[in-house]
């Protein structure tokens, strides 16, 4: 079973600041999500990698394979960027019925 | 842009009371999947649902609990009877998937579910 551990599990920053959110697993995966859930419970998919870097606007999520570590990070920081994000693996086989297995989630709070 | 949507989003049940959660997930995909999260915990996965039969399914998800695609585009959960533990927030997704490729899973708003 795979373990997925966040860090930091709260985080209050201001706005502007770099924002890194990391998370490490115990078992070897096929891809990682990163995830965002907002106050109201919905849940948006930020990211799948499963290698390397990906960038989205201000996102910028990268993983290491052998390290079995993930980071997410946030450039210029905002407000809205208020909630909480989640990480979540997939398992080694990489077949499509694979649940995610998640974290607890960071959460983040940009203050004006 | 397709998203999956679920229904009702907030669900009111007494305990015992059967209950049956709804999804429609995006029209091209192929896996679907059930999550739950309980109230300041992490989410968790419940199952995961291909070709018109359950893939993989986690020790929560006992005989109280089941799905089906009952038409081409809805994808139920139902609970046989409810128990206070059950309150929660139920999230369904879907994803793409063919063969052995891993894809992005997209997630419905979620129905919360509360047991009395």
């Known amino acids: 079973k795979n373990e997925v551990e966040q860090s930091p599990q709260n985080l209050t920053a201001q706005e502007g600041e770099f924002i890194t959110i990391n998370c490490s697993y115990s078992?070897?995966?096929?891809?990682l999500h990163w995830l965002q859930q907002h106050p109201g419970g919905g849940i948006v998919s930020l990211f799948m990698?499963?290698?390397g870097k990906k960038k989205h606007g201000r996102l910028i999520a990268t993983i290491n394979i052998q390290e079995k570590h993930s980071s997410l990070h946030i450039t210029a920081s905002h407000p809205r960027d208020s909630a909480v994000y989640i990480c979540?693996?997939?398992?080694?086989?990489?077949?499509?019925?694979?649940?995610?297995?998640f974290g607890k989630g960071t959460h983040l709070i940009i203050q004006p | 842009e397709p998203e999956v949507t679920q229904t009702p989003s907030h669900q009111v049940t007494q305990m015992g009371q059967e209950v049956i959660l709804r999804c429609v997930p995006i029209?091209?995909?192929?896996?679907f999947y059930w999550y739950r999260q309980i109230l300041g915990q992490k989410v968790e996965f419940l199952v995961s649902?291909?070709?018109?039969?359950?893939?993989?399914k986690s020790e929560i998800f006992d005989d109280q609990f089941s799905v089906e695609r009952p038409d081409g585009s809805n994808f139920t959960l139902k609970i046989r009877s409810t128990k206070l533990e059950d309150s929660a927030m139920y999230f369904c997704?879907?994803?793409?998937?063919?063969?052995?490729?891993?894809?992005?899973?997209?997630f419905g708003p979620g129905t919360r579910l509360t047991v009395l």
């Open positions: 078992v070897g995966i096929s891809a």
């Open positions: 029209s091209n995909h192929l896996y």
């Open positions: 997704a879907s994803s793409i998937s063919p063969g052995l490729a891993v894809n992005e899973q997209f």
């Open positions: 990698l499963s290698s």
């Open positions: 649902f291909y070709n018109n039969e359950i893939s993989e």
């Open positions: 979540a693996v997939v398992g080694g086989s990489g077949g499509g019925a694979d649940g995610l297995t």
